[in-house]
């Protein structure tokens, strides 16, 4: 059982900057690929970023140059740091594990956290 924290998330002006947390519990956090997804009122929820466990990444194409996304396994801690925040990154963010190499599909990813809001505004 994985339970994942996210924080770090609040409200920014276009260009700025915020960088989210997710804290795991759990023994075994080196052994699982991290994903970040997001999504905004009304639309699907969506693939933003991942780290897998041998910690190679993957990114979305509308935040690939701009987000950045870390691991920390001895800290249980993955990371996003997003830079050149635009109005279209406003969304709830979520973390989410996967005990396999990471993919893009919601569906396949095994634990979740409840979420952080980002606001970029105009």
């Known amino acids: 059982q994985v339970q994942l924290v996210e924080s770090g998330g609040g409200l920014v002006q276009a260009g700025g900057s915020l960088r989210l947390s997710c804290a795991a519990s759990?023994?075994?956090?080196?052994?699982?690929?991290m994903g970040w997804f997001r999504q905004a009122p009304g639309k699907e929820r969506e693939f933003v970023a991942a780290?897998?466990?041998?910690?190679?990444?993957a990114y979305a194409d509308s935040v690939k140059g701009r987000f950045t996304i870390s691991r920390d396994n001895a800290k249980n801690t993955v990371y996003l740091q997003m830079n050149s925040l635009k109005p279209e990154d406003t969304a709830a963010y979520y973390c989410?594990?996967?005990?396999?190499?990471?993919?893009?599909?919601?569906?396949?990813?095994?634990?979740w956290g409840q979420g952080t809001q980002v606001t970029v505004s105009s």
């Open positions: 780290v897998s466990y041998l910690r190679s990444t």
């Open positions: 989410a594990a996967v005990r396999r190499l990471p993919v893009v599909v919601p569906s396949e990813y095994e634990y």
């Open positions: 759990g023994r075994a956090f080196s052994t699982y690929s």
